[in-house]
Protein backbone atom coordinates (compact mmCIF):
# COMPACT_ATOMS: atom_id res chain seq x y z
CA UNK A 1 0.00 0.00 0.00
CA UNK A 2 1.82 3.39 -0.89
CA UNK A 3 0.89 6.04 2.03
CA UNK A 4 1.35 9.66 1.84
CA UNK A 5 1.16 10.93 5.47
CA UNK A 6 0.48 15.14 5.13
CA UNK A 7 1.63 16.34 9.00
CA UNK A 8 3.09 19.31 10.35
CA UNK A 9 3.43 17.50 13.75
CA UNK A 10 6.48 15.81 12.38
CA UNK A 11 8.81 18.78 12.28
CA UNK A 12 9.27 17.15 15.80
CA UNK A 13 11.67 13.91 15.06
CA UNK A 14 10.85 12.42 18.31
CA UNK A 15 7.19 11.39 16.60
CA UNK A 16 9.31 10.37 13.40
CA UNK A 17 9.51 6.75 14.80
CA UNK A 18 6.22 6.15 14.32
CA UNK A 19 6.37 6.45 10.51
CA UNK A 20 9.72 4.16 10.66
CA UNK A 21 7.98 1.50 12.68
CA UNK A 22 5.13 1.92 10.08
CA UNK A 23 7.33 1.15 7.15
CA UNK A 24 8.48 -1.95 8.42
CA UNK A 25 5.25 -3.20 8.07
CA UNK A 26 4.33 -5.48 4.96
CA UNK A 27 4.00 -3.84 1.97
CA UNK A 28 3.59 -0.11 3.40
CA UNK A 29 5.66 2.05 0.78
CA UNK A 30 5.40 5.41 2.64
CA UNK A 31 5.95 9.52 1.84
CA UNK A 32 5.61 12.05 4.37
CA UNK A 33 5.07 15.21 3.09
CA UNK A 34 5.55 18.38 5.83
CA UNK A 35 6.66 21.81 5.94
CA UNK A 36 10.36 23.39 6.92
CA UNK A 37 9.49 24.50 9.98
CA UNK A 38 5.80 25.47 12.20
CA UNK A 39 5.11 28.52 14.11
CA UNK A 40 3.66 27.45 17.20
CA UNK A 41 2.04 30.73 19.04
CA UNK A 42 3.31 29.33 22.92
CA UNK A 43 6.37 28.18 22.03
CA UNK A 44 7.93 29.72 18.80
CA UNK A 45 9.33 28.93 15.31
CA UNK A 46 9.62 24.82 15.36
CA UNK A 47 12.20 23.83 13.02
CA UNK A 48 11.88 20.92 11.41
CA UNK A 49 14.59 17.74 12.84
CA UNK A 50 15.18 14.91 10.76
CA UNK A 51 16.08 12.03 13.52
CA UNK A 52 14.32 9.14 12.71
CA UNK A 53 14.20 8.75 8.65
CA UNK A 54 14.82 5.36 7.72
CA UNK A 55 12.87 3.33 5.27
CA UNK A 56 10.95 5.86 3.96
CA UNK A 57 10.48 9.22 2.38
CA UNK A 58 10.41 12.96 3.76
CA UNK A 59 9.89 16.02 1.87
CA UNK A 60 10.12 19.55 2.72
CA UNK A 61 7.00 21.43 1.30
CA UNK A 62 6.63 25.21 1.97
CA UNK A 63 3.17 26.15 3.75
CA UNK A 64 1.28 28.97 3.45
CA UNK A 65 0.06 30.97 6.67
CA UNK A 66 2.49 29.06 8.84
CA UNK A 67 1.47 29.27 12.55
CA UNK A 68 -2.81 29.41 11.58
CA UNK A 69 -3.81 26.46 12.66
CA UNK A 70 -7.33 26.83 10.53
CA UNK A 71 -6.23 28.76 7.47
CA UNK A 72 -2.33 27.46 6.34
CA UNK A 73 -1.83 25.47 3.02
CA UNK A 74 0.44 23.84 1.30
CA UNK A 75 0.15 25.55 -1.99
CA UNK A 76 2.97 22.51 -3.91
CA UNK A 77 0.85 19.55 -2.49
CA UNK A 78 -0.47 18.45 -5.77
CA UNK A 79 3.14 17.56 -7.50
CA UNK A 80 3.82 15.32 -4.59
CA UNK A 81 0.44 13.42 -5.12
CA UNK A 82 0.61 13.28 -8.30
CA UNK A 83 4.40 11.54 -8.83
CA UNK A 84 3.72 9.41 -5.80
CA UNK A 85 -0.03 8.39 -6.41
CA UNK A 86 -1.07 7.28 -2.90
CA UNK A 87 -3.45 4.70 -2.13
CA UNK A 88 -4.50 6.45 0.98
CA UNK A 89 -3.49 10.35 1.62
CA UNK A 90 -3.48 10.61 5.80
CA UNK A 91 -4.04 14.15 6.49
CA UNK A 92 -2.78 14.78 10.34
CA UNK A 93 -5.52 17.57 10.88
CA UNK A 94 -8.79 19.03 11.81
CA UNK A 95 -11.63 18.56 9.54
CA UNK A 96 -12.71 22.13 9.98
CA UNK A 97 -9.20 23.30 8.71
CA UNK A 98 -8.73 24.38 5.42
CA UNK A 99 -5.39 22.32 4.61
CA UNK A 100 -7.74 19.39 5.05
CA UNK A 101 -10.14 20.34 2.60
CA UNK A 102 -7.32 21.65 0.17
CA UNK A 103 -5.35 18.09 0.39
CA UNK A 104 -8.90 16.05 0.59
CA UNK A 105 -9.43 17.34 -2.81
CA UNK A 106 -6.28 16.87 -4.67
CA UNK A 107 -5.97 13.90 -3.28
CA UNK A 108 -9.64 12.74 -4.59
CA UNK A 109 -8.15 14.24 -7.80
CA UNK A 110 -5.39 11.34 -7.80
CA UNK A 111 -7.96 8.25 -6.53
CA UNK A 112 -6.80 8.48 -2.95
CA UNK A 113 -8.80 7.46 -0.16
CA UNK A 114 -8.76 10.13 2.25
CA UNK A 115 -8.16 9.83 6.07
CA UNK A 116 -8.53 12.71 8.52
CA UNK A 117 -7.43 13.40 11.98
CA UNK A 118 -9.72 15.12 14.68
CA UNK A 119 -8.44 15.87 18.50
CA UNK A 120 -11.66 17.98 19.26
CA UNK A 121 -13.04 16.99 22.21
CA UNK A 122 -15.49 20.08 22.80
CA UNK A 123 -18.72 20.38 20.38
CA UNK A 124 -18.21 23.61 18.86
CA UNK A 125 -20.59 25.01 15.31
CA UNK A 126 -18.00 26.96 13.32
CA UNK A 127 -19.09 29.73 10.83
CA UNK A 128 -18.33 29.41 7.55
CA UNK A 129 -15.81 29.03 6.00
CA UNK A 130 -14.97 26.47 8.28
CA UNK A 131 -18.22 24.52 8.63
CA UNK A 132 -17.85 24.26 4.53
CA UNK A 133 -14.28 22.47 5.01
CA UNK A 134 -15.96 20.49 7.96
CA UNK A 135 -18.95 19.15 5.95
CA UNK A 136 -16.71 18.57 2.91
CA UNK A 137 -14.21 16.83 4.49
CA UNK A 138 -17.11 14.03 6.26
CA UNK A 139 -18.11 13.41 2.37
CA UNK A 140 -14.75 13.29 0.95
CA UNK A 141 -12.94 11.00 3.14
CA UNK A 142 -13.12 7.24 3.34
CA UNK A 143 -12.50 7.01 7.43
CA UNK A 144 -11.62 9.27 10.13
CA UNK A 145 -9.24 8.81 13.49
CA UNK A 146 -10.11 10.72 16.63
CA UNK A 147 -7.33 11.23 19.40
CA UNK A 148 -9.40 10.69 22.24
CA UNK A 149 -13.25 8.99 22.93
CA UNK A 150 -14.86 11.89 23.55
CA UNK A 151 -14.00 13.65 20.00
CA UNK A 152 -15.02 10.50 18.34
CA UNK A 153 -18.59 11.32 19.93
CA UNK A 154 -17.98 15.16 18.78
CA UNK A 155 -17.32 13.88 15.23
CA UNK A 156 -20.73 11.52 15.25
CA UNK A 157 -23.10 14.32 17.17
CA UNK A 158 -21.82 16.97 14.28
CA UNK A 159 -22.78 14.26 11.44
CA UNK A 160 -20.31 12.41 10.07
CA UNK A 161 -20.66 8.82 9.68
CA UNK A 162 -17.94 7.42 8.13
CA UNK A 163 -15.89 4.63 9.78
CA UNK A 164 -13.97 5.97 12.60
CA UNK A 165 -11.35 4.71 14.77
CA UNK A 166 -10.22 5.88 18.15
CA UNK A 167 -6.26 5.98 18.30
CA UNK A 168 -3.94 8.80 19.53
CA UNK A 169 -1.81 11.00 16.70
CA UNK A 170 1.52 9.44 18.04
CA UNK A 171 2.71 6.98 21.20
CA UNK A 172 6.16 7.04 22.91
CA UNK A 173 9.79 5.95 22.51
CA UNK A 174 10.12 2.80 24.81
CA UNK A 175 13.73 2.89 24.45
CA UNK A 176 14.00 7.12 25.69
CA UNK A 177 11.40 7.36 28.10
CA UNK A 178 12.47 4.17 30.73
CA UNK A 179 13.18 3.97 34.04
CA UNK A 180 16.52 5.12 34.56
CA UNK A 181 19.29 5.25 37.58
CA UNK A 182 19.18 9.06 38.40
CA UNK A 183 20.20 10.80 41.86
CA UNK A 184 16.56 10.77 43.50
CA UNK A 185 15.31 13.29 46.22
CA UNK A 186 16.12 12.11 49.83
CA UNK A 187 12.55 12.65 50.55
CA UNK A 188 9.46 11.48 48.77
CA UNK A 189 8.31 13.83 45.73
CA UNK A 190 5.45 14.61 43.80
CA UNK A 191 5.58 15.64 40.21
CA UNK A 192 4.01 17.62 37.83
CA UNK A 193 4.84 19.15 34.44
CA UNK A 194 2.92 21.05 32.57
CA UNK A 195 1.88 24.32 31.36
CA UNK A 196 1.22 26.91 34.32
CA UNK A 197 -2.15 27.93 33.57
CA UNK A 198 -5.19 27.57 35.54
CA UNK A 199 -6.77 24.77 33.43
CA UNK A 200 -3.62 22.50 34.07
CA UNK A 201 -4.72 23.16 37.52
CA UNK A 202 -0.94 23.08 39.32
CA UNK A 203 -2.50 25.13 42.14
CA UNK A 204 -4.79 22.04 42.98
CA UNK A 205 -1.10 19.97 43.84
CA UNK A 206 0.41 22.82 46.20
CA UNK A 207 -2.76 22.77 47.96
CA UNK A 208 -3.01 19.31 48.41
CA UNK A 209 0.70 19.56 49.09
CA UNK A 210 -0.12 21.64 51.83
CA UNK A 211 -2.69 18.97 53.36
CA UNK A 212 -0.47 15.74 53.65
CA UNK A 213 1.38 14.82 56.71
CA UNK A 214 5.26 14.32 56.78
CA UNK A 215 8.11 15.32 54.61
CA UNK A 216 7.07 15.32 51.02
CA UNK A 217 7.79 18.00 48.17
CA UNK A 218 6.44 18.97 45.05
CA UNK A 219 8.68 19.51 41.75
CA UNK A 220 6.99 21.62 39.24
CA UNK A 221 7.95 21.61 35.32
CA UNK A 222 7.06 23.93 33.52
CA UNK A 223 6.34 27.80 32.90
CA UNK A 224 3.33 29.82 32.24
CA UNK A 225 1.52 32.88 33.41
CA UNK A 226 0.63 31.40 36.66
CA UNK A 227 4.35 30.74 38.01
CA UNK A 228 3.98 34.06 40.45
CA UNK A 229 0.71 33.05 41.33
CA UNK A 230 1.22 30.06 42.60
CA UNK A 231 4.60 30.95 44.35
CA UNK A 232 2.62 32.96 46.51
CA UNK A 233 -0.10 30.41 46.96
CA UNK A 234 2.52 28.00 48.28
CA UNK A 235 3.73 30.69 50.32
CA UNK A 236 0.78 31.27 51.94
CA UNK A 237 0.14 27.24 52.67
CA UNK A 238 3.21 27.67 54.53
CA UNK A 239 5.16 25.42 51.88
CA UNK A 240 7.23 27.16 49.61
CA UNK A 241 10.21 25.33 50.88
CA UNK A 242 8.99 22.32 49.69
CA UNK A 243 7.90 23.01 46.24
CA UNK A 244 10.53 23.42 43.68
CA UNK A 245 10.04 25.48 40.03
CA UNK A 246 12.21 24.00 37.88
CA UNK A 247 11.50 25.95 34.91
CA UNK A 248 10.76 24.59 31.35
CA UNK A 249 12.77 21.28 30.47
CA UNK A 250 14.17 20.35 27.08
CA UNK A 251 12.68 17.30 26.07
CA UNK A 252 15.51 15.32 25.87
CA UNK A 253 16.14 15.85 29.38
CA UNK A 254 12.44 15.09 29.96
CA UNK A 255 13.32 11.28 30.63
CA UNK A 256 15.54 12.54 33.54
CA UNK A 257 13.43 14.61 35.02
CA UNK A 258 10.40 12.08 34.85
CA UNK A 259 12.65 9.52 37.04
CA UNK A 260 13.03 11.70 39.68
CA UNK A 261 9.40 11.31 40.86
CA UNK A 262 7.79 9.02 43.01
CA UNK A 263 4.81 9.71 41.16
CA UNK A 264 3.13 12.54 38.95
CA UNK A 265 0.33 14.28 39.62
CA UNK A 266 -2.14 15.32 36.10
CA UNK A 267 -4.84 17.26 37.34
CA UNK A 268 -6.11 19.40 34.49
CA UNK A 269 -9.78 20.96 35.18
CA UNK A 270 -12.10 21.54 32.03
CA UNK A 271 -12.67 24.91 30.94
CA UNK A 272 -15.48 26.17 28.40
CA UNK A 273 -13.48 26.14 26.37
CA UNK A 274 -10.86 23.64 26.51
CA UNK A 275 -10.55 20.29 27.77
CA UNK A 276 -8.08 17.38 28.36
CA UNK A 277 -7.58 15.57 24.92
CA UNK A 278 -4.58 12.92 25.72
CA UNK A 279 -2.36 14.18 28.41
CA UNK A 280 0.55 13.07 26.56
CA UNK A 281 3.33 13.38 29.76
CA UNK A 282 1.11 10.13 31.18
CA UNK A 283 2.22 8.20 28.78
CA UNK A 284 5.74 9.41 28.81
CA UNK A 285 5.78 9.19 32.84
CA UNK A 286 4.05 5.19 32.50
CA UNK A 287 6.89 4.21 30.35
CA UNK A 288 9.38 5.61 32.66
CA UNK A 289 7.93 2.93 35.10
CA UNK A 290 6.32 6.40 36.92
CA UNK A 291 2.71 5.96 38.29
CA UNK A 292 0.42 8.49 37.30
CA UNK A 293 -2.77 10.37 38.96
CA UNK A 294 -4.95 12.23 37.25
CA UNK A 295 -8.00 14.04 37.29
CA UNK A 296 -11.26 13.15 35.35
CA UNK A 297 -10.80 15.58 32.55
CA UNK A 298 -11.52 14.21 29.29
CA UNK A 299 -9.25 11.77 28.26
CA UNK A 300 -7.37 11.50 31.12
CA UNK A 301 -8.85 8.42 32.43
CA UNK A 302 -8.58 6.25 29.32
CA UNK A 303 -5.16 6.74 29.29
CA UNK A 304 -4.49 6.34 32.87
CA UNK A 305 -6.78 3.27 32.55
CA UNK A 306 -6.90 2.23 36.94
CA UNK A 307 -10.30 3.97 37.56
CA UNK A 308 -7.94 3.97 40.90
CA UNK A 309 -5.67 6.60 40.12
CA UNK A 310 -8.33 8.94 38.94
CA UNK A 311 -9.89 11.86 41.22
CA UNK A 312 -12.89 14.07 40.53
CA UNK A 313 -11.62 17.48 39.24
CA UNK A 314 -11.15 20.32 41.45
CA UNK A 315 -11.08 17.53 44.49
CA UNK A 316 -8.63 18.58 46.32
CA UNK A 317 -10.16 15.88 49.08
CA UNK A 318 -9.98 13.44 47.02
CA UNK A 319 -6.82 14.32 45.84
CA UNK A 320 -4.99 14.38 49.49
CA UNK A 321 -6.95 10.99 50.06
CA UNK A 322 -5.21 9.23 47.07
CA UNK A 323 -1.32 10.95 47.55
CA UNK A 324 -1.88 9.94 51.26
CA UNK A 325 -2.77 6.58 50.31
CA UNK A 326 0.12 5.82 47.98
CA UNK A 327 2.60 7.49 49.64
CA UNK A 328 2.60 5.77 52.42
CA UNK A 329 2.43 2.22 50.63
CA UNK A 330 6.28 2.38 48.54
CA UNK A 331 5.46 -1.40 47.51
CA UNK A 332 1.84 -0.61 45.85
CA UNK A 333 4.12 2.45 43.54
CA UNK A 334 6.91 0.03 42.57
CA UNK A 335 3.97 -2.23 41.54
CA UNK A 336 1.63 0.54 40.40
CA UNK A 337 5.19 1.93 38.02
CA UNK A 338 5.38 -1.47 37.06
CA UNK A 339 1.72 -1.94 35.72
CA UNK A 340 1.65 1.59 34.00
CA UNK A 341 5.38 0.85 32.14
CA UNK A 342 3.69 -2.97 30.89
CA UNK A 343 0.54 -0.94 29.77
CA UNK A 344 2.66 1.63 27.97
CA UNK A 345 3.96 -1.52 26.15
CA UNK A 346 0.61 -2.97 25.29
CA UNK A 347 -0.82 0.23 23.97
CA UNK A 348 0.96 3.87 23.30
CA UNK A 349 4.57 2.80 21.83
CA UNK A 350 5.28 4.29 18.38
CA UNK A 351 5.13 0.57 17.07
CA UNK A 352 1.96 -0.29 18.95
CA UNK A 353 0.35 3.02 17.32
CA UNK A 354 1.59 2.37 13.96
CA UNK A 355 0.41 -1.04 14.11
CA UNK A 356 -3.19 0.12 15.11
CA UNK A 357 -2.76 3.01 11.52
CA UNK A 358 -1.78 0.04 9.48
CA UNK A 359 -4.79 -1.98 10.39
CA UNK A 360 -6.72 1.03 9.40
CA UNK A 361 -5.39 1.34 5.98
CA UNK A 362 -5.83 -2.00 5.04
CA UNK A 363 -9.77 -1.82 6.23
CA UNK A 364 -9.68 1.11 4.30
CA UNK A 365 -8.42 -0.88 1.23
CA UNK A 366 -10.12 -3.99 1.55
CA UNK A 367 -13.44 -1.51 2.17
CA UNK A 368 -12.19 -0.10 -2.08
CA UNK A 369 -11.66 -3.49 -3.19
CA UNK A 370 -14.52 -5.72 -2.07
CA UNK A 371 -17.04 -2.73 -1.03
CA UNK A 372 -17.30 -3.89 2.68
CA UNK A 373 -17.44 -1.33 5.64
CA UNK A 374 -14.05 -0.10 7.28
CA UNK A 375 -14.02 -2.10 10.52
CA UNK A 376 -14.23 0.54 13.71
CA UNK A 377 -11.74 0.65 15.90
CA UNK A 378 -10.95 2.11 19.73
Same mark, same amino acid.
Given at each position: ?????????????????????LA?? %? +?V???A? @? *???WI?SR?? !??? $???????G???????M???G??HI?V??????????????I?HI????????????A?????????I?F???Q????R?????????R????LA???????????E???????????A??????V? %? +??????? @? *????I??I?? !??? $?V?????????R?L???P?????EI??E????T?L?????ELG???????R?????A?M?????????????????R?????????I?????C????????S?????????????FP????????????????D??????????G?????????Q????????????S?????R?GS???ER?
Amino acid at each position: MRILILSKALVNGVYQRKLEELARL %P +DVELLAV @V *PPAWIESRVG !VLQ $LERRFVEGYQLVVEPMWFNGHHHIHVYPGLAKHVARFRPDILHIDEEPYNLVTAHAALVGKRYGAQILFFTWQNLYRRYPPPFSWFERLNYRLASAAVAGNHEAAEVLRRKGYRGPLAVIPQFGVD %P +DIFRPLS @V *PRPEIPTIGF !VGR $LVPEKGADLVIRALARLPGRVQLEIVGEGVERTRLELLASELGVRDRVIFRGGVPPALMPEALNRFDLLVVPSRTRRNWKEQFGRVIIEAMSCGVPVVGSSSGEIPHVIGDPALVFPEDDVDALVRLLNDLLSDPERLRQLGEAGRRRVLTHYTQRRIAEQYYAVYQSMLAARRFGSPVTERS
